[in-house]
């Protein structure tokens, strides 16, 4: 059986003083007995029978005839259960006040506590089986005449008569010890329920929050640890709600990309069977722009597969590559592209660039997507650079332009697939996955993109490539 919180509180409350209570009601019950109770009826019996002891003094044919000893203690008028019984020097009994001992007259009787009590004021203990009754509660006084010892006065109470308090004080500690339990495991009770009503009461609202449409926080109230699940749960909802929004723009986005080369493609299918199938040149021509747009969309399926993971080793294609000559081909293509969009265009190549063991082409993807996302969102006028240098064990590319910049809060998503800044001024079509991509395949080359950005100051794009050489 699955035990809630509830439970689990309650048990971990109670089961300590479960294991706890009898341990210390036994100790108690044993304290009480041997340190309060038993020496305090002690004390009583020793305070009678020094009365006892002063009265017989007077009378020293009471400690000769055990007959006048008899009367004497047959005077005495003593509460029960205590008895009292009067002993020769020699341990002798010589009287008693409990009938079913007078049998025992004129037998030593022993043992008995304090046997070298002469110079004792009196003494006390329990004996094993002084008694045909069995335990008993002994308390010996010496009676002494002109500094002789004549005899001794024996107090003494069977166990089993004293038996019926003892009981009462055990019923009154478990009775305490249970009221105890009982008022703590209460107080547990409401304690859990404290806990476990708010929790449960979250659970239901949580269970009716929609899962579409715009966030509904939650009152952040309560416990500290409900409102940490609440707080938890409302920014759950909106990053819920910022998802939703990411995938209708990116679904838009996507119906966009896909929709201009497909309507492109419609169109020459058009008027290729409008005739234009007959005209050799225009025929040629509209193939070649539907081979081109095609190609387009399988580009853009590559990319939407690279969107969430990297490449593994078996789909990459590593050789020897001369970076200098590698770049050689590619900056004159991104130069014009810059001419085109009004931009001023910098190149630093080192010609120090090793050859290394790489894979040319997704190198040139990747590279290629920081580079056009500069040349895309910078605005006319402006400059873009590409510095290309030997770092110690690395190679270091860097593309830096002077667009608008990116703030901080969206910084650490910039990376994140279909993720574009909310920016009013930013018309440039796109799905938003070219720095996801380029950031997959610098991965599995092995290296990492860094960014330096700030609003108003443009931006740096680093590619950290580690040192790869043939046969290493």
């Keep these: 059986m699955k035990l809630g919180l509830r439970g689990r509180l309650l048990i971990s409350h109670l089961l300590p003083l479960l294991l706890l209570i009898p341990l210390v009601g036994l100790a108690l019950v044993y304290l009480l007995e041997t340190r309060v109770f038993i020496p305090t009826l002690a004390d009583e019996m020793i305070n009678q029978g020094l009365l006892v002891a002063q009265l017989s003094a007077g009378d020293p044919e009471i400690w000769s005839n055990p007959g006048r000893a008899q009367q004497f203690v047959d005077s005495l008028t003593l509460q029960r259960p205590t008895r009292v019984a009067l002993l020769s020097p020699g341990w002798l009994l010589l009287a008693t006040s409990r009938p079913d001992d007078r049998g025992l007259v004129g037998t030593a009787i022993a043992p008995l506590p304090g046997q070298q009590i002469e110079n004792s004021p009196y003494a006390w203990g329990i004996t094993p089986g002084s008694s045909p009754s069995g335990q008993a509660l002994e308390a010996?006084?010496?009676?002494?005449?002109?500094?002789?010892?004549?005899?001794?006065?024996?107090?003494?109470?069977?166990?089993?008569?004293?038996?019926?308090?003892?009981?009462?004080?055990?019923?009154?500690?478990?009775?305490?010890?249970?009221?105890?339990?009982?008022?703590?495991?209460?107080?547990?009770?409401?304690?859990?329920?404290?806990?476990?009503?708010?929790?449960?009461?979250?659970?239901?609202?949580?269970?009716?929050?929609?899962?579409?449409?715009?966030?509904?926080?939650?009152?952040?109230?309560?416990?500290?640890?409900?409102?940490?699940?609440?707080?938890?749960?409302?920014?759950?909802?909106?990053?819920?709600?910022?998802?939703?929004?990411?995938?209708?723009?990116?679904?838009?986005?996507?119906?966009?990309?896909?929709?201009?080369p497909l309507g492109s493609i419609r169109t020459a299918v058009h008027a290729l069977q409008a005739g234009a199938a007959d005209r050799p040149e225009l025929r040629a021509s509209l193939l070649r722009g539907m081979a081109e747009r095609i190609d387009r969309m399988g580009r853009l399926l590559d990319d939407l597969s690279l969107s969430y993971r990297s490449i593994p080793p078996n789909e990459l294609s590593p050789r020897p590559t001369d970076l200098c000559d590698w770049l050689g081909v590619l900056v004159p293509l991104w130069e014009q592209t810059a001419a085109q969009n009004r931009l001023h265009w910098t190149a630093a190549i080192s010609p120090e660039l090793p050859v290394i063991l790489t894979d040319p082409d997704r190198l040139a993807q990747a590279l290629s997507n920081l580079v056009s996302n500069a040349l895309k969102f910078t605005p006319a006028g402006g400059s873009v650079s590409l510095t290309a240098a030997r770092r110690e064990k690395e190679i270091l590319f860097e593309v830096r332009d002077s667009g608008p910049g990116i703030a901080l809060e969206d910084q650490p998503h910039l990376f994140t697939p279909f993720y574009r800044p909310a920016r009013p001024d930013w018309k440039t079509p796109g799905l938003g996955l070219g720095l996801s991509i380029a950031r997959s395949l610098v991965t599995s080359l092995g290296g990492e993109i860094t960014l330096a950005s700030a609003p108003g100051q443009g931006s740096t794009f680093s590619i950290h490539l580690p040192i790869h050489r043939e046969g290493s």
């Design 140 to 260: 010996i006084i010496p009676v002494k005449s002109g500094g002789r010892l004549v005899g001794m006065v024996r107090m003494y109470r069977r166990l089993d008569d004293i038996e019926q308090g003892l009981f009462g004080m055990r019923l009154l500690i478990l009775a305490v010890l249970l009221v105890g339990l009982l008022l703590t495991g209460i107080v547990a009770f409401l304690l859990a329920e404290s806990f476990s009503n708010p929790l449960r009461e979250l659970a239901r609202k949580i269970s009716r929050i929609p899962m579409e449409g715009e966030a509904q926080p939650l009152p952040e109230e309560g416990l500290d640890e409900v409102k940490a699940i609440t707080h938890a749960t409302n920014q759950l909802q909106i990053r819920r709600q910022d998802l939703e929004a990411t995938r209708q723009q990116m679904l838009s986005n996507l119906i966009h990309e896909m929709g201009r």
